[in-house]
């Protein structure tokens, strides 16, 4: 009994440890050598493919989780950062107080993008209906 049970758990270990080593390799070299060069000391990453191809990598820096997507050739397209509505700049309150301030918040994210730069993904909710604002730190709506 003993054998068969010490058996069952080199053979768990294994898998956990084979699983590991296989998750950092989910995602191509090229795309790992941008994140790499990107987030440099950072090399805990979980990669996931999204339904767009792209691969999705989560991870943390300081603390705080972060999410950064790159294209299967490496390129990078965006990072994101969940913050509170405080967190955000008073242009944008001003943006959602004005438009939106029967509409409830459900998510609000932090964006750098390779073309649109920095923004502010804010996810509203209003009776069951879902609308995502992207605004700029200056207040412009940009979709």
Same mark, same amino acid.
């Given at each position: 009994?003993?054998?068969?049970?010490?058996?069952?758990?080199?053979?768990?270990?294994?898998?956990?440890?084979?699983?590991?080593?296989?998750?950092?390799?989910?995602?191509?070299?090229?795309?790992?050598?941008?994140?790499?060069?990107?987030?440099?000391?950072?090399?805990?990453?979980?990669?996931?493919?999204?339904?767009?191809?792209? +691969?999705?990598?989560? %991870? *943390?820096?300081? /603390?705080?989780?972060?999410?950064?997507?790159?294209? $299967?050739? @490496?390129?990078? #397209?965006?990072?994101?950062?969940?913050?509170?509505?405080?967190?955000?700049?008073?242009?944008?309150?001003?943006?959602?107080?004005?438009?939106?301030?029967?509409?409830?918040?459900?998510?609000?994210?932090?964006?750098?993008?390779?073309?649109?730069?920095?923004? +502010?993904?804010?996810? %509203? *909710?209003?009776? /069951?209906?879902?609308?995502?604002?992207?605004?700029? $730190?200056? @207040?412009?709506? #940009?979709?």
């Amino acid at each position: 009994m003993k054998m068969i049970i010490k058996y069952f758990t080199t053979l768990l270990l294994l898998t956990l440890f084979i699983d590991g080593v296989t998750a950092q390799e989910k995602a191509p070299e090229a795309v790992r050598k941008t994140f790499a060069e990107k987030y440099p000391g950072e090399n805990d990453p979980d990669w996931h493919k999204d339904s767009n191809g792209n +691969y999705e990598s989560n %991870f *943390k820096i300081d /603390g705080e989780s972060l999410r950064a997507d790159f294209s $299967p050739n @490496g390129k990078w #397209i965006e990072t994101e950062r969940s913050i509170k509505k405080d967190d955000l700049p008073k242009l944008v309150k001003d943006v959602i107080n004005k438009y939106y301030s029967g509409w409830e918040i459900a998510e609000i994210e932090e964006v750098d993008h390779h073309k649109k730069g920095r923004f +502010y993904d804010v996810e %509203f *909710k209003q009776k /069951g209906k879902n609308k995502d604002v992207e605004i700029k $730190p200056d @207040g412009t709506v #940009i979709n």
